[in-house]
């Protein structure tokens, strides 16, 4: 739907209470397409938003897998979708729209797929002989300098109107972008700068690494050879260094070219690679340390500092090996066909909350559970990010499955967590957190999770104390459609 008519037929729109509910819907239903796109429009509110709550929260996400009535092979190949629910004067709105990527409006010209796993065989020959692939800006969003990016590992940025979410287009930034630009960027507040990866494959495969910093241009800052073809999905970023962990897993390049099924079956666990600690000084990125340690899979990491002593230290979600990628995957299914529902999806591979202290000269890294506490999404409070921190706040749910998901607090120093209060069911997303105007304490401000209800089929934003996450949400901000579950967002505070 053209976006112009997308604001008129949304114009109109109200939102109001789900006149019944289906006990028997499950959180598997919120993988499903994004039902309708619209500019803002005004949200209900349940309960009260807290009067310094001012600013836009923006989400990413697959927010179309099932474009020509066929699922995608796997979640990661969703169409990418930016949901923004923009808080003030204790009112919120919200909007919602598809990313309107090359390759997807080239699908939609020739009516069915034509790149990724689910594509036709010819098709995907076809784009592998041309080496075309499909950015489908799915995974995060990052306001910078005014401008709003969609962001996926295997892409350039595309650039959305912060005010309207309109796509503007595909920016490698004046060339500044020399190939993929990671869905994982860390905004180090000290150094007002957002720093972010990229790999570009090749007979070479090579690690990019970026700065784009608040008031300059944005820059490559330095760049190292890959031993094999691989995957890195986040990093670290401190006051000092950046930290690539560089995980076991190698890429088959030809079937990966050629997208042939299964999606999972293109990456390979060898641990007998061993994993490798990459990392950059920020006053000195030429000069890159490098060295071996034991082997584990990262999705994402929590924040990382650089001590007095010389040390690095950082927080993740680890992984005994990389089997939650088809895991992963097949949640995409489970939403549209209830016979393929996993009876367990998180399976045997729950990340475990631990903590990295990397001594450089000696070349060594040490990982270290963090108590019994698991979960995924850890974020902490963005005054915070780079330097030394207390609290981690992220998902968890219960055995194994994502059905009655929570948000915890955890305390990093002690290993004790705090879980907010889940209505039966639901399924929250990635906590964003928004300190509170003049806070000084860590953990003064708010949490905002995309919040899905099966029961009622609709999604919300729940505002959350951030300090005590087990008190019932101070609002929640109603659409009146579900929104499909989102990888990550970013909030930016009005100015």
């Known amino acids: 739907m053209p976006f112009d008519a997308m604001q008129k037929k949304s114009s109109s729109t109200t939102n109001t209470d789900a006149q019944t509910g289906d006990p028997n819907r499950d959180w598997t239903s919120v993988m499903r397409n994004l039902p309708r796109e619209h500019g803002f429009e005004q949200l209900r509110i349940e309960g009260e938003l807290p009067a310094g709550l001012q600013g836009t929260l923006y989400r990413n996400g697959a927010m179309q897998v099932a474009p020509f009535g066929d699922v995608y092979s796997h ?20 909007a919602a729209a598809l990313v309107q990527t090359d390759g997807l409006l080239e699908e939609r010209a020739a009516g069915g797929l034509r790149y990724g796993w689910s594509a036709p065989l010819w098709s995907r020959i076809s784009k592998a002989w041309t080496g075309k692939i499909k950015n489908a800006a799915n995974t995060n969003v990052l306001p910078w300098q005014g401008r709003l990016f969609a962001l996926m ?19 490698d930034l004046g ?26 494959y090749g007979v070479t495969s090579h690690l990019d ?12 800052i330095s760049t190292v050879a890959l031993r094999f073809p691989t995957m890195i999905h986040d990093f670290v970023a401190t006051e000092n260094h950046l930290v690539a962990l560089i995980s076991p897993v190698k890429i ?17 666990w060898r641990p007998d690679l061993g994993m490798e600690v990459v990392v950059v000084p920020l006053d000195d990125p030429a000069n890159v340390t490098r060295f071996e340690a034991d082997p584990f899979w990262v999705w994402h990491f929590g924040n990382g500092f650089s001590t007095d002593d010389g040390t690095i230290r950082f927080d993740l979600c680890r992984y005994d090996n990389f089997d939650s990628m088809q895991g992963v995957g097949d949640l995409i299914h489970a939403g549209n066909d209830a016979t393929t529902r996993p009876t367990n999806p998180r399976g045997d591979y729950k990340g475990r909350y631990a903590q990295c202290r990397i001594d450089l000269s000696a070349k060594t890294m040490t990982t270290t559970d963090v108590g019994e506490v698991y979960g995924e999404f850890a974020r902490v409070n963005p005054r915070v990010e780079g330097r030394a921190h207390r609290y981690v706040w992220m998902c968890q749910g219960d055995a194994g499955d994502f059905a009655d998901e929570r948000i915890i607090k955890v305390d990093s120093q002690t290993g004790d967590a705090i879980a907010s209060q889940s209505r039966p069911g639901c399924w929250p997303s990635e906590p964003v957190f928004v300190p509170r105007p003049g806070a000084t304490a860590e953990d003064d401000g708010w949490l905002l999770t995309l919040v899905y209800d099966p029961v009622i089929d609709t999604s919300h934003v729940a505002v959350l ?19 499909p579950m989102t990888f990550h967002g970013n909030f930016l505070a009005a100015r």
Not at 468 to 475: F, G, H, I, V
């Open 153 to 171: 590992e295997v892409g350039k940025p595309y650039e959305l109107d912060p005010d309207t979410l309109q796509t503007i287009g595909e920016t």
């Open 75 to 94: 979640w990661f190949e969703g169409d990418g979708g930016v949901v923004a629910v923009r808080f003030g004067d204790g009112r919120a709105e919200g």
């Open 465 to 483: 104390d951030a300090a005590d996450p087990s008190r019932e949400a101070l609002a929640r901000c109603h659409f009146d459609h579900h929104v």
């Open 209 to 220: 690494f970026y700065a784009w910093h608040a008031q300059r241009p944005a820059r490559r």
């Open 175 to 200: 060339g500044a972008v020399v190939g993929p630009f990671s869905a994982h960027p860390h905004r180090v507040d000290a150094l007002d700068t957002v720093f972010n990866i990229g790999v570009r």
């Open 252 to 268: 088959n390049v030809w079937r990966a070219l050629a997208m042939m099924r299964p999606a999972h079956k293109t990456f390979a």
